[in-house]
């Protein structure tokens, strides 16, 4: 049961208390804002904030964003914080329900991608796999699975999830994001435009489900999720927080319930690619032809090689095809890199 109090020290914010009792399992808490504003602390890193009943909600939603699922991809986790900050110093108000989440505590205080294994690959059930048993991050994706699902049934109205991460490699595309497949779906416009106000100019279709937090959330709660890529990962401190100005005022802009702005006739839209093949590590004598230093979005020519086993060789066919996440140092069974090529929306 909640009680009512502070949720952080006097000399504390969400990011530090959530370093500070990272391994801790602490008691659900609640405080409320002067406004009304409610938050329950659920969980280490998991805030649910929602706004007093008597107020309005214009754009008729409920928002899950999520950062840290990747404990050293800082910069979204600093732009989260910043925003609650924001929220508790009364700089603006709150209009729809918000599920806050820092994903993985331990691996951020380790500056780590994951301490036992890749939280991003464990949703959708995979936390139940006997090879995750009894891992802190399998924990943690099930009880990040149960807030998610509670909020989606608690809350009606329209739900989108941003999964916030930066890359390892440099990038030719800063900025992008990454829509879940789920059968006959289409990219709303209402979306595409969001991504554009949040400075994200690039968007790739998956092109089967995942085991990812974003395919969790929109295969099985039905919401309208992106895992959105923000720069190149760097450790607390080292980020160029300028360089996240357009997703921080997009998200406050939606939290606040205000219209979307209108689009310049000016802004160039969305550069859409679709995922054409997911290398996977298969294990047997797995040979990756793309350096380790390669940038995403990357181009291959028709004919050239990308990795081969003692069953398989990949080529590029027909017409040129870019990587993106090119990282062969995964277990096997898990994911190299995508192959992509552009497509009209
Ligand atoms: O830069 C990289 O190699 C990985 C960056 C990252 O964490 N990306 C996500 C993408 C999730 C998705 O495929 O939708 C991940 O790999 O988990
Ligand atoms: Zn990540």
Known sequence: MATSTRLFDSDSDWLSHTLT???????????????GTCIVRKAVGVLLVTPPPNRENPNHEALIVSAGIHGNET??????????????NEEWQLACPLLLILGNPPAMVA????????????????????????????ARAQFLEEACREFAETHSQALSHYDLHTAIRPSRREKFALYPFVPGRQVPKAQCDFLLEAEVGTLLLQHEAATTFCSFSSSFLGAESFTIELGKVRPFG?????????????????????????????TAPLTTFEVV??????????????????????EYPPGTVIWEDDDT??????????????????????????????VRL
Do not use: W
């Not at 998200?251 to 209108?262: D, K, M, N, Q």
């Open 277 to 298: 093949h997911e290398i996977l590590n298969t294990g047997k004598n797995f040979r990756f032809y793309i350096p380790d230093t390669v940038a995403n979005f990357t």
């Open 111 to 138: 500056g780590e991608r994951f301490v036992d294994t890749n939280l991003n690959r464990l949703f959708s059930g995979a936390h139940d796999k006997l090879t995750y048993k009894g891992l802190p991050e399998a």
């Open 75 to 88: 910069a979204p986790i600093e732009v989260l914080n910043a925003l609650l900050n924001e929220l508790l």
């Open 238 to 266: 080292l980020n160029k927080l300028q360089r996240f100005e357009g997703i921080k005022t997009a998200l406050r802009r939606r939290f606040c319930g205000a219209a979307a702005p209108i689009r310049q006739a000016s």
């Open 21 to 35: 009792n990272a391994n801790e399992s602490l008691p659900e808490i609640q405080t409320t804002l002067p406004d």
């Open 313 to 342: 060789c990949y080529r590029v066919e027909q017409s040129p095809q870019a990587i993106v996440f090119p990282n062969p140092n995964v277990p096997v069974g898990q994911r190299v890199g995508l192959m992509i090529r552009p």
